[in-house]
């Protein structure tokens, strides 16, 4: 009913009747203000850092997918791992161009506790690579192992990268000029394997 037919009606309307109880009790927002004991989930957590600006925890990791993966991207234990990032030029910004100049690099570095790498390769290993269709139909998808899995499944470590940067013995992996890529979690877990000796592997 509009306010005209409320009025036919001999009702007298008045602008507060629109508006809810709870709404009129509520206080102004100059009246609100915010507990500075008050815990949120959201708050930043302050990081340690050293005067050269780097984390002093953790490790830096060269990470992201490589050309077989039918995706992009794809996030594991909370880390995201990239086709490649794009880098602002700083020195060539123009704030009258339409589009920033970038730098685009394949994958990225990221800095990762030994705690959070252990997260990341287990969730790794629980997900695998489905394809479907075949040619230039051919797709696939990341799934995880605890919908179950079938024949022609491939390990998802099968198309990412995951290194420690300090244990790279190959400096153009981190040119990351999108033509040279480290090799992939699946192939050196296997070459880890084949050089272990009995003593190691039993260690």
């Known amino acids: 009913m509009t306010h005209a037919e409320y009025e036919d009606f001999g009702g007298t309307f008045k602008e507060e009747d629109s508006i809810p109880s709870a709404a009129k009790q509520a206080p102004k927002p100059a009246d609100i203000k915010p507990d500075p004991n008050a815990v949120n989930e959201y708050d930043i957590t302050p990081t340690i850092m050293r005067d050269d600006g780097a984390e002093v925890e953790g490790e830096d990791f060269l990470i ?3 050309k077989t993966s039918p995706v992009y991207f794809v996030t594991m234990g ?3 791992f990239p086709s ?43 997900h ?36 420690r940067v300090s244990d790279i013995k190959e400096p153009i992996w981190l040119a990351r000029n999108g033509d040279i890529f480290p090799p ?15 003593e ?4």
Do not use: N
Request: hydrophobic share 35%; net charge positive; with cysteine.
């Open 64 to 66: 992201g997918v490589l």
């Open 78 to 80: 909370g880390v995201c």
């Open 84 to 126: 490649h990032t794009a880098y602002p030029l700083k020195e060539k910004r123009d704030p009258d161009a339409l589009e920033t100049e970038r730098a685009y690099r394949t994958g990225e570095i990221i800095r990762m506790t030994s705690e959070r790498a252990a997260k990341v390769r287990a969730a790794i290993k629980s």
């Open 128 to 163: 695998v690579v489905r394809w479907s269709g075949s040619g230039d139909a051919k797709t696939g998808k990341v799934y995880s192992t605890s919908r179950g899995t079938v024949h022609g499944d491939e390990p998802l470590a099968c198309h990412l990268y995951m290194v």
């Open 184 to 198: 992939s979690m699946y192939e050196m877990a296997r070459e880890a394997a084949q050089t272990q000796t009995p």
């Open 200 to 203: 190691t592997a039993t260690a």
